[in-house]
């Protein structure tokens, strides 16, 4: 049902890796640090128009045209819309403009509120994370499992470092200092969507961050959540489509997870 939806992600990431080194304007937006470039805007058209082009009736919302709809609209559109798909282009486009591997393109398909099918492709890499709700995640094709970690000590995690606000960066911080010394250690790579992937396959065993916004992490929590793990705010909450902060494990070390968050800001 969605093979046409692969092709087309398979195909803008081969793209992206063949322009990484070329000249694409960069420009700024929310902060002098949030950039978005050429390539971003090109690969939001083609992945729309691939998707209006399979699914005419389907509504497309990407993160570089969204201010034309606005904010409230698109959080409204996400909870009642039965055919809503969103694109996150370029997760990682410090990456990519800095020539570094670690970027990826999210796209996922929501009804009424649910995630109903996520996916996250690494074109460095050539790898594709997919998910059906119901179905399982699978990476290239095969099946894959959150990690069996139970303790936080033993536990590879991951953050990111948010581009647009300065206290969204502070809390990631705060409470990078307190989850450091607990676990074996910490990963960025700069791609929420990358870090939930890693997640869903037993790469890492949790990511956490503050001031993602919906397009980063709609595919990457369906696919956590199909290959076995949890997605919930940092707070312990249901993950809103307006989240403050986010966060996904494998489901086996959430105690001692939750517990040091609230610990560090007093949920
Ligand atoms: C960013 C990446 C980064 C995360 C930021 C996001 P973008 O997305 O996911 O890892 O730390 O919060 O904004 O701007 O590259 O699409
Ligand atoms: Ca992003
Ligand atoms: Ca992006």
Known sequence: MYEKIHEAVIEAGRNLVEKVNSTFTVETKGSDVDL?????????????EEIKGNFPKHT???EETVEDIG????????????????????????????????????????????AVYGIIYDPVAKELFIAERGKGAALNG???????????AESLVSTGIPAKYESDRN???????????????????????????????????????????IWDIAAGRLIV????????????????????????????????WKETFASVHGF
Request: hydrophobic letters at 35%.
């Open 36 to 48: 978005v470039t050429e390539m971003d805007k090109k690969t939001e058209k083609f992945i729309t």
């Open 60 to 62: 497309v919302i990407g």
């Open 71 to 114: 904010h409230d609209k698109m959080l409204e559109m996400l909870a009642t819309h039965p055919n809503l798909w969103i694109i996150d282009p370029i997760d990682g486009t410090t990456n990519y403009v800095h020539g570094l591997p670690g970027y990826t393109i999210s796209v996922a398909l929501y009804c009424k509120g649910e």
């Open 142 to 152: 095969k099946a894959i499992r959150v990690s069996e970690q139970g303790s936080l």
């Open 171 to 213: 809390h990631v911080l705060e409470g990078y200092v307190k989850i450091a010394p607990l676990t074996r250690n910490v990963r960025t790579f700069g791609s929420a969507a990358l870090h939930c992937a890693y997640v869903a396959s037993g790469r890492l065993d949790a990511f956490w961050e503050w001031g993602v916004n």
């Open 225 to 256: 959540e199909e290959a076995g793990g949890s997605v919930y705010q940092l707070d312990g909450h249901e993950v809103q489509f307006d989240f403050p902060h986010f966060t996904c494990t494998n489901g086996r070390i959430d105690k001692e």
